[in-house]
C-alpha cells in the first residue's frame, strides 16, 4: 500500500576536482530531476530512500544523508497516489547517497542520467524542491 509521503535522492561523488551530481530525465515528462518516488507499506522514508535508488538507479548499500530540505506535493501532481480521504498534499522527505562510482544502471522511468556540478545541474531541474535540496546536499558537503 502507498504511504502518503514522497522521498527525493540525489547520488553525489567526490572527484578530485569537488562533487558531482547524478540527475535524471524523466521518460514520460522529458525533465530533470533527482530520483524520487513514494513509500510503500510500513516503509520508514529512508528505508523509501533506499528502495527507490536500487529501483531506479541499481545503487546498493551507500551511505545516505538526510537532508533537512522538505516540500509538500499536491497530490494531483502525484501519478501513482490514489487519493485519501483529507490528504491534499504529501511532504517531500529529501536524501543525498554517497557513491563510489559513476557507473549507474536507470529503471524504467527515466531515459538517462548525467554527473554534473550542482552549478550546471541546479540550472537543468525543473523543480524548486529539487533545487533547494541540491542546493542542501552541495553546501553540507562543501563545509565538511
Keep these: 500500500m ?3 509521503y514522497q522521498v527525493l535522492i540525489f547520488p553525489y561523488i567526490k572527484t578530485g576536482r569537488g562533487y558531482l551530481y547524478a540527475i535524471f530525465k524523466r521518460k514520460d515528462l522529458k525533465f530533470w530531476q533527482g530520483i524520487s518516488g513514494g513509500g510503500e507499506n510500513n516503509e520508514t522514508p529512508i528505508k523509501a530512500a533506499k528502495r527507490e535508488v536500487f529501483e531506479e538507479a541499481k545503487i546498493k548499500r551507500s551511505k545516505f544523508i538526510k537532508l533537512d530540505s522538505m516540500t509538500t ?4 501532481c502525484v501519478g501513482n497516489y490514489k487519493r485519501e480521504k483529507n490528504i491534499l498534499v504529501l511532504p517531500e522527505y529529501s536524501f543525498g547517497v554517497e557513491m563510489s562510482s559513476k557507473e549507474l544502471v536507470i529503471g524504467k522511468e527515466h531515459s538517462g542520467y548525467k554527473w554534473l ?4 545541474a541546479r540550472e ?3 523543480y524548486d524542491s529539487n533545487k533547494s535540496a541540491l542546493w542542501e546536499l552541495n553546501y553540507r558537503l562543501i563545509k565538511k
Design 2 to 4: 502507498r504511504k502518503p
Design 117 to 120: 556540478s550542482y552549478k550546471k
Design 124 to 126: 537543468l531541474l525543473k
Design 73 to 76: 506535493i499536491p497530490i494531483d
